[in-house]
């Protein structure tokens, strides 16, 4: 699986951007997630999205809970994180992953593909 993620760039505080990931391969039976990297920081788990019953269950990092939205179109082999009310601490690079197991995972260990990442600014 190729993940190719977009939708990144400079927003103020309070703003909203929307990225989006693309997969190549087999998607609908992958969970998806999102991390995120910030300079001098380990990378950190934001969201995912399973696959199982066709409807994709989401768990969020409470860093994020109520303003981030993690969806999935299986026909587009698509996933998106809408970001809204953005903070200048969710400054980073995101990235796009897709793990090969039933259970929504959060840690990156369990994450098989890893896109190459795009950088959202948030100024203050």
């Known amino acids: 699986v190729q993940l190719q993620a977009s939708g990144g760039g400079f927003v103020q505080d309070g703003g909203s951007l929307r990225l989006s990931c693309v997969a190549s391969g087999r998607f609908s039976r992958y969970v998806m997630g999102w991390f995120r990297q910030a300079p001098g920081k380990e990378r950190e788990f934001v969201a995912a999205?399973?696959?199982?019953?066709?409807?994709?269950?989401?768990v969020y990092a409470n860093s994020v809970k109520g303003r981030f939205t993690i969806s999935r179109d299986n026909t587009k082999s698509a996933v998106y994180l809408q970001m809204n009310s953005l903070r200048p601490e969710d400054t980073a690079v995101y990235y796009c992953?897709?793990?090969?197991?039933?259970?929504?995972?959060?840690?990156?260990?369990?994450?098989?593909?890893w896109g190459q990442g795009t950088q959202v600014t948030v100024s203050s």
């Open positions: 999205i399973g696959w199982l019953r066709g409807s994709g269950s989401t």
């Open positions: 992953a897709a793990a090969q197991t039933t259970v929504v995972a959060t840690e990156p260990w369990r994450f098989d593909y």
